[in-house]
């Protein structure tokens, strides 16, 4: 029997790779903090074979550990369905001889400076990049670029568009810089995070995301997905649909920026979400690339429409075995996210769907929490995930979803 050590487990991701390992006949393994594990559901730990606990705020530290625990156990693959553990899950691979991707490159799979000078090595088409440890200093260098407003600013390193900020003129930007520097330790492990500035020029067009597994290096994508965000100063993601509705050359185009960045960042066995915005003409630039599984049950979307199992190739690669990236089915899925209109107490979510073609409704919160704007991933109280024989009809579907609901917030004053 195969055995798996899946880096975190407490995200919808880590459910996924779990049931896909049963359903391959593995065992798995989990590497968690230990006063995460306490909170882990009854359920979700009878899914998992061991756990063993290691301090990720020490990388060094959890990478040792780590590997003495695989050895001991016999450890035939790692994965991970944490983005903030993805560097650490390429060096152990590594340093354990397991299929994985180029060691070198782990940290451009996370630290966007890092991404950004990867990609400009290597001719991805993506926005011009620049950075400096602080707003007076980022100042100076967007002035000696050339770059021009309105350009997108964040930190080097976070998720869920925390501290994303689109900046429309010089006046703007120490605000900008304040947030994008707020957030100094991830959260739930304590990670240290490179709080370096980052400013890109702004790229127009729609977003897209494309979902890949790597396999010796041969590149398999699974799909294209169409993202839904906010607009204004800040971005954050409204929801998804797969397939993405894309003519021939514009999805050619998303796909093959998709590889270029892919190849760039040296990934080889395991699994990339690769965030991309096209225009009209069919130009394609890469926002980021992750290598790990996609948030926000990207994952469950590609089994409902395409019949792929995202997360079973993904341990397939892993393994060093060919993934099974062949579709089944040829319909399509979304969701979409119910958000609080501005920050304040929860009175109620109303008008919540149900019958057919809903596939799952879920709320985070209850009446009387607190709850924040929609200004980034964390601000959600909820969703709603869809299906339709095509995706110009859950589209429809899901937007008249989200005009019927109803989130009442009460704002203190």
Known sequence: ??????????????????????????????????????????????????TVFTDFARPDDALRELAAFCRSTGIDAVVTSWEFLSPLAIRLAAELGLPGHLPEAADACRNKRAMAEAFARHQVPAPRTVWAPDARALAERIAASGLSYPLVVKP????????VTVVRSAGDLPAAAAL??????????????????????????????????????????????????????????????????LEPPAAAAVLDAAERAVTALGLRNGIAHTEIKADAQGHARV??????????????????????????????????????????????????FLAAPRAGTLRWIGNLPEGDGILDTNTYVMPGDKVGGPHDNIGRVGHVMLQAPTADEVNKAALDVVNSLTVEVETAW
């Open 156 to 163: 080097a390193e976070n998720a869920g568009s925390i501290g």
């Open 180 to 245: 994008a520097q707020a957030q100094t330790h991830e959260f739930p492990h304590n990670i240290p995070l490179d709080t370096t500035l980052l400013a890109q020029e702004y790229v127009g067009g729609d977003e897209f995301s494309v979902e890949t597994v790597i396999s010796d290096g041969t590149v398999h994508h699974l799909a294209i997905t169409e993202k839904f965000t906010t607009q204004g100063d800040s971005r954050a993601e409204l929801g998804h649909t797969v397939p993405a509705v």
């Open 1 to 50: 029997m195969k055995k798996i050590l899946l880096i975190e487990a407490n995200v919808a991701a880590g459910r996924e790779l779990l049931g896909a390992a049963a359903q391959l006949g593995a065992q798995t393994y989990v590497a968690t903090h230990e006063e995460l594990y306490e909170q882990y559901p009854i359920d979700l730990r009878e899914e998992i074979a061991g």
């Open 287 to 336: 926002i980021e690339t992750g290598a790990r599984p996609p948030g926000d049950h990207i994952m469950r979307l590609v089994q409902e429409a395409l019949g792929i199992s995202e997360a079973r190739a993904y341990l397939q690669a892993a393994l060093g075995q060919t993934p099974d990236v062949t579709p089944r089915r040829d319909r399509a899925a979304a969701i979409r």
